[in-house]
RNA sequence: GGGCGAUUAACUCAGUUGGUUCAGAGUGCCUCCCUUACAAGGAGGAAGUCGGGGGUUCGAGUCCCUCAUUGCCCACCA
């Protein structure tokens, strides 16, 4: 059969993704096995797949294909998340550029058009994610707005309102002013800037005096409603009692005494805004003060301002900077850099403004949620996360779930008789409450809630309601599948999700929703910075697997993300997960291109096949260990060295027959039952490639993918020894055959003298891997000939006219100060009473061996070059 | 401002309870080789005061202190 020479990825990934879904592999219901399962991170329905999402993934993707191996009813559950805010953004962009607006649409036609672009837009990313390999079960693909889970959403909400842990306020809240929406803490992030404080001066009501004070928000002065300095401040003192006016304006407003001012920041006076600060807010609470609010929702200035009113904040920012100036209230700007906080999502300047929201208390959720976190029932890796989160869970503050949207779900609080309300998973629930309180309550009467909650509210539920455990609490599914296993996110959405999900498993399923977080590095062009569309840095992540085949983008991808650790991307790691699998390729056209014939084995054959049981048991465990500490960079790192250095390097090579000459049938069996074992631990990293390779090697009835993983036997740490003993001699025999010219074709004798106990199976292996005609032992060095040393035993290759007598000479000497240096070293601990007295047993013996095996190795080197010389 | 990490070869990173195997891996680099699976390859090689400085200890990448650099998270200083 002619294989070809490099291997062709994108035939082999769309036959086999095709089979494995034809056979259903990917599907999951409950039986009698224990199950394994993982829910996927849901991203955003109208996202497009970006190198964040293939790291994660191929990590999902590889947890869950071991399992399946290790016999687990696996469930890998896909889905999208609506993303309220980004999503509408998309769909309110996508009208604009219609030609239609937003507030033209009746919030019925809008969500048309939403639920529209979705069905035409939505879930592309979950295409794109086959792509990658990922074996999820489709059949459950789950949508955060799907029926069953909005319902969900509404139930639990109903259900917290109902005990008290929902609760609607006025609260200074932060306000995107380009989603026009108000949006959580967490959504808030802060960023320094560089920015101006501007000193303003206001007159003093009755006095020629100023009052300077200084802000980085000059805008905002016209919903000033007080000053307020240090009551220790003697610089004020006298303005206790006095009033001030707002420039331009001439608003009359107090002058407060407050210890929070810092009489070192500025002049020591600040301007006290309470619509659109919170400390402000805070100040106002706690000295009564009036409260104006001078910002539309859209940014700009309203009435309340009496000044530039329709005009945005920051072109006010500017024209009242030159008006102050142009009426000399302006005494001077300083360059200030200072933190602002932006919209996640916009990324505008956040405002923080009064507004009417709904909330949820979190103190008592967070309980339950950061004690399984500490105590390591839920586990992070790495743990290092832990710090973070209980930092976080320590502090946390009430959740602010409404958003002024529409795409998402509605709040089902229903008002009626003005400000009354009540809140219902229906209508006509709702109805029924209403008319408990007022009988002459009608259905059209009931006015629901125009916001939505926010995505995090739905996704808080996710590994409970793609089981529908919320409306069902006690159904099949989720009690066989959950608690989940294993989450994959980034530290990005700790507390957005992770956090929260913790909270709605402990409240909602009493369990934990996962047992293991795996959290995942930021993916990083080489600069270190943070891939993104603005940048333009980051690939595209199906050209890249039509570039190096989705299991060349996953080894590569992979080969340098350890947990947590961010991850510099570059293609360079791709191409290396390509020549790998090119190389498992290449050994098997090797394998396959046998012909095999029953005859006798030949001994190197024999000892290779031992040597690599051994090995592979070795490193199975360690791969197994390092799975099980979630070391997945290592555990691939660990299979990709036992399959090309040990397999291909080594043991391919030694027992490969000469040219065009047949391989006996029992190394051919051998070797193919060593391929198996190895497509079997390479399959979750490389499905593909290696699927296609399983059915190239040998008839099957079985596929790769739902084969068993191996099972570890015990192995013989004295053979590995041996092998690593004559691997040393090896190698010195091909360097010597480098640096002496000497060809491979040309064979050579080895004579060894035994100075040291060493076990001798590996002779047929060193004959045949550096070509020796003759391989014998000797009680005497062999004079004039080229010698090397390997655990003190001294080997002699006679090479004639090869022979440089000075060079070896120098060799010997080099050798002979380094072991003297080296005995010296350890001799200084041995005379040390100290190191003798104080030191375990074993390590002091350890120094002991270590000295009179240099001894003896200073004996032999002087002799020789004696002889020599 | 508070908290948590990081600093080991040119690059990206391992290094678990302080002690054979501790100074490692992969990549890159250098030399030689298109040898009959693979040049997407083979054989060999060079490469690091383990960020600086103290300390504990018989013994320190490993524990403690301190400084420097750097990253992340949280926080209401205008």
Redesign the pocket.
């Known amino acids: 059969m002619d294989i070809a020479?490099?291997?062709?990825?994108t035939v082999c990934e769309e036959k086999w993704y095709a089979h494995w879904m034809e056979k259903g592999y990917f599907y999951s219901q409950p039986d009698d096995r224990e199950p394994f399962t993982i829910v996927i991170p849901p991203p955003n329905v109208t996202g497009v797949l970006h190198m964040g999402h293939m790291l994660n993934n191929t990590l999902q993707d590889v947890l869950i294909r071991k399992a399946r191996m290790q016999g687990f009813n696996t469930c890998w559950v896909p889905g999208t998340d609506h993303a309220s805010i980004a999503t509408e953004a998309k769909v309110v962009k996508k009208l604009a550029d219609e030609g239609i607006k937003k507030s033209d649409l009746t919030r019925h036609d809008f969500l048309k058009h939403a639920w529209e672009w979705k069905e035409n837009h939505g879930g592309l990313i979950l295409e794109q994610l086959k792509k990658l390999g990922a074996s999820c079960d489709w059949n459950r693909t789950k949508f955060t707005m799907d029926e069953a889970l909005s319902e969900s959403v509404i139930k639990v909400f109903v259900d917290l309102y109902n005990k008290g842990l929902i609760y609607r306020g006025v609260r200074m809240v932060n306000w995107d002013s380009k989603a026009l929406t108000a949006v959580s803490?967490?959504e808030?992030?802060?960023k320094?800037v560089n920015?101006k404080?501007y000193y303003i001066n206001y007159s003093i009501d009755g006095s020629d005096e100023m009052l300077t004070?200084?802000?980085?928000?000059p805008e905002?002065i016209l919903g000033d409603t007080a000053i307020?300095v240090?009551p220790k401040d003697e610089r004020y003192s006298h303005l206790n009692g006095k009033f001030a006016l707002v420039p331009l304006i001439d608003r009359k407003i107090p002058i407060i005494f407050d210890e929070?001012?810092?009489?070192?920041?500025?002049?020591?006076?600040?301007?006290v805004t309470p619509a659109h600060?919170?400390?402000?807010y805070?100040l106002g609470d706690k000295h009564n003060l009036e409260i104006i609010d001078i910002l539309n929702d859209d940014g700009t200035l309203n009435e309340s301002a009496k000044l530039y009113v329709g005009q945005d904040r920051f072109q006010v920012r500017e024209n009242i900077v030159t008006d102050l100036a142009k009426n000399k209230f302006l005494v001077k700007t300083e360059d200030?850099v200072?933190?602002?906080?932006f919209s996640e999502r916009t990324n505008t300047v956040i405002e923080p403004k009064l507004s009417m929201q709904w909330f949820l208390k979190t103190d008592g959720l967070s309980k339950p949620a950061l004690e399984k976190v500490m105590d390591d029932t839920i586990q992070f890796h790495?743990s290092?996360?832990k710090?973070?989160y209980?930092?976080?869970m320590e502090?946390i503050?009430d959740w602010c779930i409404s958003r002024q949207l529409w795409w998402g779900q509605q709040i089902p609080a229903y008002f009626f008789d003005g400000n009354q309300f009540v809140v219902a998973e229906t209508k006509e629930l709702a109805l029924k409450k209403a008319q408990s309180i007022n009988p002459n309550i009608t259905l059209s009467d009931l006015r629901q809630d125009e916001d939505v909650l926010d995505t995090w509210f739905s996704s808080w539920l996710w590994p409970i309601s793609v089981f529908d455990g919320i409306r069902k609490p006690d159904n099949e599914e989720i009690n066989y599948y959950y608690p989940t296993n294993d989450l994959v996110t980034g530290?990005?959405i700790?507390?957005f999700w992770v956090a929260r999900m913790i909270m709605a498993g402990y409240e909602y399923q009493n369990e934990m929703p996962f047992k293991n977080v795996y959290l995942t590095?930021?993916v990083r062009d080489?600069q270190?910075r943070?891939m993104s569309k603005s940048l333009g840095n980051s690939p595209d992540p199906l050209e890249l697997i039509e570039k190096?085949?989705a299991d060349?983008v996953r080894v590569g991808m992979l080969?340098?993300?350890?947990?947590?650790?961010?991850?510099?991307f570059?293609e360079?790691?791709c191409?290396?997960g390509?020549?790998?699998?090119?190389?498992?390729?290449?050994?098997?056209?090797?394998?396959k291109?046998w012909p095999v014939q029953e005859k006798e084995q030949p001994a190197a054959s024999k000892v290779a096949i031992q040597w690599f049981e051994h090995t592979f048991h070795k490193t199975l465990e360690a791969i197994n260990q390092s799975f099980e500490?979630y070391?997945i960079?290592?555990a691939l790192?660990l299979t990709?060295?036992l399959v090309?250095?040990d397999?291909?390097?080594?043991y391919?090579?030694s027992v490969?027959p000469?040219?065009?000459q047949p391989i006996d049938a029992e190394t051919y069996q051998s070797t193919l039952n060593f391929l198996d074992d190895l497509l079997k631990l390479l399959h979750p990293f490389m499905p593909f490639l290696t699927e296609e390779v399983w059915h190239l090697t040998r008839e099957r009835k079985e596929d790769l993918m739902i084969s068993s993983w191996p099972q570890f036997t015990t192995y013989n740490q004295s053979i590995l020894d041996d092998f690593e003993y004559a691997?040393e001699i090896?190698?010195?025999i091909?360097?010597m055959?480098?640096?002496k010219?000497i060809a491979?074709?040309e064979s050579l004798k080895l004579v060894v003298k035994v100075n040291h106990e060493t076990t001798t199976t590996m002779d047929p292996l060193i004959s045949r891997l550096v070509n020796l005609s003759e391989l014998t032992y000797a009680t005497q060095p062999l004079e004039g000939a080229f010698s090397f040393r390997v655990k003190s035993n001294e080997f002699f290759v006679p090479i004639n006219d090869h022979l440089d007598v000075e060079a070896e000479l120098e060799k010997l000497q080099s050798e002979l100060s380094y072991i003297r240096g080296f005995l010296k070293s350890v001799e200084g601990?041995l005379s040390?009473?100290?190191?003798?007295?104080?030191?375990?047993e074993?390590?002091?013996a350890?120094?002991r061996?270590?000295q009179s095996d240099a001894l003896s190795k200073i004996a032999i080197l002087e002799l020789q070059i004696k002889s020599l010389s």
């Not at 020479?5 to 990825?9: H, L, P």
């Not at 600060?277 to 402000?280: A, L």
């Open positions: 020479k490099t291997f062709n990825a803490d967490e808030v992030i802060h320094e920015s404080l004070i200084a802000t980085t928000r905002t307020c240090n929070y001012v810092d009489m070192e920041f500025g002049t020591g006076a600040l301007k600060d919170i400390n402000d805070q200030l200072n933190k602002v906080g790495p290092k996360f710090n973070t209980r930092h976080w502090n503050k530290p990005d700790l507390f590095g930021i080489k270190g943070k190096y085949g060349g080969l340098s993300s350890a947990a947590g650790n961010d991850l510099l570059d360079s790691l191409e290396q390509r020549n790998f699998s090119n190389k498992i390729w290449n050994a098997t056209r090797l394998v291109g500490k070391r960079s290592e790192m990709y060295r090309w250095d397999f291909c390097s080594w391919l090579e490969k000469d040219y065009q691997s090896i190698t010195a091909r360097t055959r480098k640096e010219q491979h074709k601990k040390n009473q100290r190191f003798v007295n104080n030191a375990p074993n390590v002091v350890v120094e061996k270590k």
